[in-house]
């Protein structure tokens, strides 16, 4: 009895198996008819399936059967016929995942260990020919704001490029189009706040002319948004020496020390900055944003009026200096008597008069450089025409602020 129930199990196992193998030729009969509906239904059935699933040749049933949905709707493409855009790439999408796998399974040895890979050569070059609509999918995913579709056709582009497939081609090392690709991918994974697909792909663009310098500010933000302070310090710094002119990475460096009290070592980074770039007006800004957190005035003056001298339109400069000659007025004041009846009342008044005198022209500078910024100078010109019983002017700040 024990014998006849080992033979219906083995029975039954081989009609299981036998079942899976007629599915994989059924989808391969119906992929040759291109009923792509069943094709498709009849091969995911064998790939999910343990008993076919670890074949290479059921995942290149799977990818021919993408591969032909391909050739079929692209030849209604090329005779002005109604075609399915979005079903194109992803079976483009989906080809690369199924003769990849298909590639990986032909290449584990036999029980004598060797190879017989029968499908790389014909497989390779279907998806060298293949391989620019994985960009023009996810560019196409991205222009409809389906960032981690787009994410996904950008991400295969870039992992399949170092596959032993393409071992010939060495598309690490030859494809011009890999950096801009990488920077489109983290793009799309920074929408999405995808830190790991960021810290992956945006490394591929660290050196592209373009938008090196903007992979490099996606991994600042990756490795902030992760609570990596170590690694944020490191990108910052590495993103200051490869793109000094950027200023996203010299900024937040500074913002770091200034908030936490390391002036020392912010003074002495932006001394070094300015040493390799005396004329740097972002660094001479930077240096004034310092003294003036210092409560050092007369320098941050100083270095405001230096930025101001290499570039007499830099709006953040005047804005600065307006805010340190309106602190200067509020910090007499706060010392100045309040009694109208002592003898140095009026001195007092007038001189904090002359701090926002000061002040005036250096926001209403800011203004007519950048009228449309109104946080560089609204607020600033409120004070300083309140505190000048300027009605006319102050009234129209009113107006503006909405009060």
Same mark, same amino acid.
């Given at each position: ?28 009969? !119906? ?9 498709? &239904?009849?091969? @995911? ?60 399974? !032909? &290449?584990?040895?036999?029980?004598? *260990? ?23 999918? *996810?560019? &196409? ?38 950096? @801009?690709?990488?920077?489109?991918? $983290? ?13 992956? /792909? ?35 710094? !590495? ?18 020390? $200034? ?6 070592? !912010? ?24 003294? /003036? ?33 309106? %602190? ?44 449309? @910024? %109104? ?17 006319? @002017? ?10």
């Amino acid at each position: 009895m024990k014998r006849v129930f080992i033979l219906v199990a083995l029975f039954t196992m081989a009609t299981l198996s036998y079942s899976q193998e007629k599915a994989v030729k059924d989808a391969r009969a !119906a992929n040759t008819s291109s009923d792509f509906t069943k094709a498709r &239904q009849l091969i @995911q059935e064998a790939l999910d399936n343990p008993e076919t699933q670890n074949d290479p040749e059921t995942w290149n049933v799977a990818g021919s059967i993408e591969k032909n949905y391909n050739a079929k709707e692209t030849e209604k493409a090329y005779l002005r016929k109604p075609y399915d855009t979005l079903g194109v790439y992803n079976s483009v999408l989906d080809m690369f995942k199924y003769f990849l796998k298909t590639d990986d399974l !032909a &290449q584990i040895p036999n029980e004598k *260990g060797k190879i017989k890979n029968k499908y790389r050569k014909t497989n390779a070059a279907s998806l060298v020919a293949e391989r620019p609509n994985l960009i023009n999918g *996810g560019i &196409q995913y991205f222009n409809l704001n389906d960032d981690k579709k787009a994410l996904e056709f950008f991400g295969t582009y870039i992992d399949a490029s170092s596959h032993p497939i393409f071992e010939k081609e060495n598309f690490m090392a030859t494809d011009t189009l890999m950096s @801009q690709v990488a920077y489109y991918a $983290s793009l799309a994974a920074a929408k999405t706040d995808d830190y790991s697909s960021i810290l992956k /792909y945006a490394p591929y663009a660290e050196n592209d002319k373009e938008f090196g310098q903007y992979a490099m500010e996606f991994i600042s933000t990756a490795y902030k948004a992760e609570g990596d302070t170590i690694k944020w310090l490191e990108s910052l710094k !590495a993103g200051i020496q490869k793109y000094p002119d950027h200023p996203y990475f010299f900024g937040h460096l500074i913002d770091y020390y $200034s908030n936490n009290n390391k002036f020392d070592e !912010a003074m002495t980074f932006a001394d070094d900055m300015i040493a390799k770039d005396p004329n740097n007006t972002f660094f001479l800004y930077v240096k004034g944003y310092l003294y /003036y957190n210092m409560k050092e005035y007369d320098k941050a003056i100083e270095f405001y009026n230096k930025t101001i001298a290499v570039d007499p339109n830099y709006a953040e400069a005047y804005s600065n200096l307006g805010l340190i000659y309106c %602190q200067l007025a509020q910090d007499y004041a706060d010392k100045a008597t309040a009694d109208t009846n002592d003898p140095n009342y009026a001195t007092d008044q007038e001189k904090i008069k002359k701090y926002y005198e000061e002040a005036r022209p250096y926001y209403e500078k800011a203004r007519e450089l950048k009228p449309d @910024q %109104q946080d560089l100078w609204i607020q600033g010109l409120y004070r300083v025409y309140y505190n000048l019983n300027m009605a006319p @002017q102050f009234e129209e700040i009113e107006k503006l602020m909405g009060l």
